[in-house]
């Protein structure tokens, strides 16, 4: 019958109107700067840097490889590697990012430059009130605004933070160890030679 | 007291022009008629853009705008303050002049219908013999209108979107006149002031409206679906169908001028519904017979608020229609129809006052809206949507 949908249209926006009084589920607006929901595990949008310890220069995992920015699909990470070397979490002299640069304004937030990196200095924030009055100057992030400590990773990101936390534990583990290996030889070998040597 | 709230505007008008010589008088008493109906509708359209904007949210199950002032009530006049301050663009290659006329010409015709419609007892701005004629004669232009701003912008969306409002509203146009005409035959009268007399009688307690008769109801659904195309509204909206083509014809227009369209369209609104609500339910007269004390402008603003809200409605729950779905609706379903119901008003007409004409009026109409409905959806020219996709 011609009509029939208008007719069973209409109860229904009727139904949907007289609703959204009665029942609060229905309406699933989230007044947002009020109220917000916490955001889910996986979300991610703009590249931070991870730092360990209490000093963000010092801490820096970035050791400058500049795998990321060769990575970077709209190039938008500018690196300038240091001159000098400084110890990294295994105590092996590492370059450091000089300057570390994201226009935050060209990241597309694909999160390639967290999947290159070898040394798990790169992650992706959850950050998103980002705006600012000059868009040039303000979506430009140096290194001191790109770091942030490992407790703010664990914060965002638990389950991948222990995964990584862990891994880098092992992987420190097995450099002392392989460390004390090599200085246990060296010892070895020295207190061999004066034997040798007085032959 | 009642008597005097019933006609507090006829006597504060003549209160006022009592001021001036005698000469001035009937020129000021319809300069501040004029006055009053330019002040009036524009603020019911802020109130009405209100209305639209929460229902439709709450027909969506959103809350619908609530930072502006209490509850959002302030939101129009943010909006108006926001298109007041816009830049008001010109495109490079428009035809200025044109482009500058176009919503002049849309929100003047639009204003000119109001000058006819009783809006209550002794409240017609024009007392017209013909009045029924007049406003359809100054509402032509809207049409003019709405092609001058799509040609005018020199842009192809705003061109097929006058096209479309062109081809739609010369189509429902028939139909909306044709429906109108067999109140016409019944009244007797083109004048909108007699005919609202005509509805104003009560038997039992109830009213003597057209629409609780069976050409009267048949008239009515028609005239609303027309009016609803006419005034370019949802589900017939496209000639400005955002998903296809922008904003169809006013694509082009920004600030103040956009204003004026959107103005423009919601007075049209307006206007249309105050006439049907004139023809069709009665104008001014109360509902019940002991509701006659009531202020019979109360009653038309009543009844036209509840045909906003009936728009609003339609609009919270109907998709657009294609526009050869439009086109077939208007031509081989609506105008047979609409000319059925002026054979039907003449029958009414004729039979006398028994029984007699109800049954046979309401069966024939029926019978014709089923046989009708029914061989149209078998030609697939109405009903459900069905997409054939190519390859």
Redesign the interface.
């Known amino acids: ?3 029939e ?2 007719l069973k ?2 109860a ?3 139904k ?2 007289a ?3 009665v029942s609060a589920e ?4 989230v ?1 947002y700067p009020e109220e917000r929901i916490a955001p889910i595990e996986a979300t991610r949008d703009f590249p931070f840097l991870v730092y360990d310890g209490a000093d963000w220069e010092a801490g820096l995992r970035c050791v400058a490889c500049q795998i990321c920015e060769k990575e970077c699909p709209p190039k938008c990470i500018y690196i300038e590697k240091s001159t000098d070397k400084k110890p990294d979490f295994t105590g092996k002299p590492q370059f450091y990012p000089a300057r570390f640069d994201i226009d935050i304004s060209v990241c597309m937030s694909c999160q390639i430059c967290v999947e290159v990196c070898p040394f798990e200095a790169i992650k992706m924030d959850t950050e998103f009130e980002l705006s600012t009055e000059d868009r040039f100057a303000g979506l430009l992030f140096d290194r001191k605004q790109l770091a942030k400590p490992n407790e703010h990773y664990r914060k965002i990101h638990p389950a991948e933070a222990a995964a990584v936390d862990a891994r880098l534990a092992a992987e420190k583990a097995k450099a002392g160890a392989r460390a004390k290996a090599a200085s246990d030889a060296a010892a070895a070998k020295a207190a061999a030679r004066p034997a040798e040597g007085g032959d | 007291m009642m008597e005097t709230l019933d006609q507090i505007f006829v006597l504060l008008s003549r209160w006022l022009v009592g001021f001036l010589p005698a000469g001035w008088q009937t020129a000021a008493g319809v300069v501040l008629g004029v006055a009053a109906i330019v002040c009036l509708f524009p603020a019911l359209f802020a109130l009405t853009v209100l209305l639209e904007r929460k229902g439709l949210g709450r027909m969506q199950n959103r809350i619908g705008p609530n930072r502006v002032g209490p509850f959002g009530i302030l939101q129009p006049v943010a909006d108006g303050l926001k298109s007041l301050t816009k830049e008001d663009i010109v495109p490079t290659r428009a035809d200025g002049v044109v482009h500058f006329l176009a919503p002049l010409v849309l929100v003047t015709a639009v204003f000119m219908g109001f000058a006819v419609l009783p809006m209550g007892r002794n409240m017609t701005l024009v007392k017209m013999d013909a009045s029924l004629l007049f406003y359809f004669a100054v509402g032509a232009p809207t049409e003019l209108s709405i092609f001058m701003a799509g040609w005018s912008s020199r842009n192809k969306y705003s061109l097929l979107g006058a096209m479309r409002a062109v081809a739609q509203m010369i189509s429902y146009e028939v139909p909306l006149l044709v429906s109108t005409v067999a109140v016409v035959m019944i009244a007797g009268s083109l004048s909108l002031d007699k005919i609202v007399e005509a509805q104003n009688h009560y038997t039992w307690g109830l009213p003597h409206w057209y629409i609780f008769t069976p050409w009267g109801f048949a008239g009515f659904v028609l005239f609303a679906i027309a009016a609803t195309a006419e005034t370019n509204r949802s589900p017939f909206d496209l000639p400005e169908g955002e998903s296809e083509l922008v904003a169809g014809y006013h694509t082009e227009y920004s600030g103040f001028k956009f204003a004026l369209f959107f103005l423009g369209e919601y007075l049209g609104m307006f206007s249309v519904a105050g006439l049907g609500a004139t023809l069709f339910l009665g104008g001014w007269s109360a509902p019940f017979s002991f509701l006659g004390w009531v202020p019979s402008w109360i009653w038309f603003f009543a009844k036209l608020l509840l045909a906003m809200c009936a728009f609003i409605w339609l609009r919270g729950t109907l998709p657009r229609l294609r526009q050869d779905q439009l086109m077939n609706f208007a031509w081989k379903f609506v105008l047979p129809l609409a000319m059925l119901n002026l054979m039907v008003a003449a029958l009414w007409h004729f039979l006398g006052h028994g029984w007699a004409r109800w049954v046979i009026c309401s069966a024939i109409l029926a019978v014709s809206y089923v046989l009708l409905a029914w061989a149209e959806m078998r030609g697939r020219r109405l009903g459900p949507r069905s997409y054939r996709y190519a390859g």
């Open positions: 019958m011609l009509g949908g208008i249209g209409l229904e926006t009727a949907n109107f609703g959204s009084f229905r309406l699933t607006t007044q």
